[in-house]
């Protein structure tokens, strides 16, 4: 199958073109907001997305079921171009979309360009992800998973956030209604480079329609197979890949989000990136979490401790804490006594509760429950989250198997908490099961 149209088809473009109006006038009739609304498009290469509300660290999605039932790996992006098309004044938007069967074979493949108008990479995305849905209920695919790299499209679809945008609250309702036609959904947020394939289709239909002269200047990523200044490349010292800085942001982005420490994109390399060369595209906020991620990769399990008064939370190894809690243990005179390194709160080692004299750690817990942690467990019974037996961490699956590692590096079944030992589970319960799955579950 041609990944590309090829330009001389102008009937179809003008097809495209036509719908496009139409959809353009249906959008502008739902406006639901005020024009002072944020557009995302504009910040796409410098957003900082929330952090905390990650999945679990869980493995990517098995193409196929426990009882054997095939799902369908669905891939979809978007191209907008830089240049104008000089028969329409206007830019072009090109939609990539593959999607692969159990065997990992390539089942389908398409690569459309269309004229486009307001340039919003946003509302692109919505379009490709419609056109792929449509595609995959058109082939009478009941149970798909869909790939996403766009982490705004990504919330908005799962219902974390709330578009404010008129034009992709509409696409987002539009997205909402083609759900129910599955039997099986399920999304996932992974790194660009993952779906390369898509973005390549997007790109080739964009350039079959619009023959720009390339600049010599300018430089290919091969992720997002975007022509880019040479300045705005990143380069790994160590292995010599180069990637343009919004891949290389998301792709950072992508992994600390599952809590993995990331490493070149580069199927083929496992150099480690370094948070000093990061700074050159990377925001305040992602190298904070970097340099987290590092340091708890560095510490053993049995050394990590994290502070128990909310407001710190500071992550501490024993050592360090022990060294910064002699004079505290001698005034208190108990060993188990400790003083958080950065806030300086003295709290029980033992029980990882602020400091209670003269009585026992189940004693204290029992007559003075601190009040937040009764509304936090209330919380966590009705969410059904689970709390790590290691470091006391409150976790919630988002979708996924139950096998669940912690940011302490222990390793758990999510199920009933039995412990995973050499990847393997101690308990006899189900990896996962669909009804439980939280976002990605059958459609009532």
């Known amino acids: 199958m041609d990944p590309a149209m090829p330009a001389t088809k102008t009937a179809e473009l003008d097809d495209d073109k036509q719908v496009m109006n139409d959809l353009i006038s249906d959008l502008d009739d739902l406006i639901l907001s005020s024009s002072s609304e944020v557009d995302w498009d504009k910040f796409w290469d410098d957003y900082e997305s929330p952090f905390g509300e990650a999945p679990s660290s869980s493995p990517p999605s098995s193409s196929k079921d426990v009882d054997g039932s095939e799902k369908y790996r669905v891939y979809f992006k978007s191209f907008v171009s830089d240049g104008l098309i000089e028969s329409w004044n206007e830019s072009l938007v090109g939609i990539g979309i593959a999607i692969y069967d159990s065997n990992d074979t390539l089942i389908f493949e398409l690569g459309k360009p269309m004229p486009y108008f307001d340039r919003s990479r946003l509302v692109a ?10 595609v995959a209920i058109s082939m009478n695919l009941t149970r798909v998973v869909f790939y996403f790299d766009c982490f705004p499209l990504f919330q908005y679809i799962r219902g974390r ?4 945008q008129s034009k992709v609250a509409a696409l987002i309702n539009k997205v909402s209604l083609l759900r129910k036609k599955f039997e099986f959904i399920e999304e996932l947020f992974v790194a660009r480079k993952d779906i390369k394939y898509a973005f390549k289709l997007a790109r080739g239909a964009v350039d079959s329609s619009n023959n720009k002269p ?3 200047k300018n430089d290919n990523c091969v992720i997002c197979f975007d022509d880019k200044p040479n300045t705005q490349f ?4 160590s292995c010599s890949h180069r990637y343009c800085f919004s891949c290389m942001k998301q792709h950072v982005e992508a992994k600390l989000l ?3 420490l990331p490493q070149c994109p580069d199927e083929n390399c496992n150099s480690k990136l370094k948070i000093e060369s990061c700074k050159v595209f990377l925001p305040d ?4 979490i970097m340099s987290q991620r590092i340091r708890e990769a560095s510490i053993p399990v049995t050394e990590k ?4 008064f909310p407001k710190c939370s500071a992550l501490m190894t024993k050592k360090e804490i022990r060294e910064n809690s002699r004079t505290t243990m001698r005034i208190c ?6 003083k958080c390194v950065k806030c300086e709160g003295i709290f029980c080692i033992s029980c990882k509760v602020p400091w209670h004299a003269n009585i026992s750690c189940y004693g204290y817990k029992r007559i003075n429950p601190v009040a937040e942690d009764v509304q936090l467990k209330i919380l966590a019974g009705f969410k059904n989250w689970r709390q790590c037996t290691k470091c006391n961490n409150m976790i919630e699956l988002v979708d996924g198997c139950y096998h669940i590692t912690c940011r302490c590096g222990y390793e758990f079944c999510y199920t009933c908490g039995a412990e995973w030992r050499d990847k393997r589970p101690t308990c006899a319960c189900p990896l996962w099961t669909l009804e439980n799955l939280v976002h990605g579950g059958i459609l009532e």
């Open 258 to 260: 599952h809590g993995v």
């Open 234 to 237: 990143f380069e790994t010292k």
């Open 305 to 308: 401790v994290y502070c128990p």
């Open 333 to 338: 005179g108990q060993n188990v006594a400790r």
């Open 161 to 164: 956030w709330k578009p404010k």
């Open 214 to 216: 390339s600049d010599s």
């Open 125 to 134: 995305d919505c379009l490709a992800l419609i056109e792929a849905m449509d």
């Open 285 to 288: 906020k992602l190298i904070e």
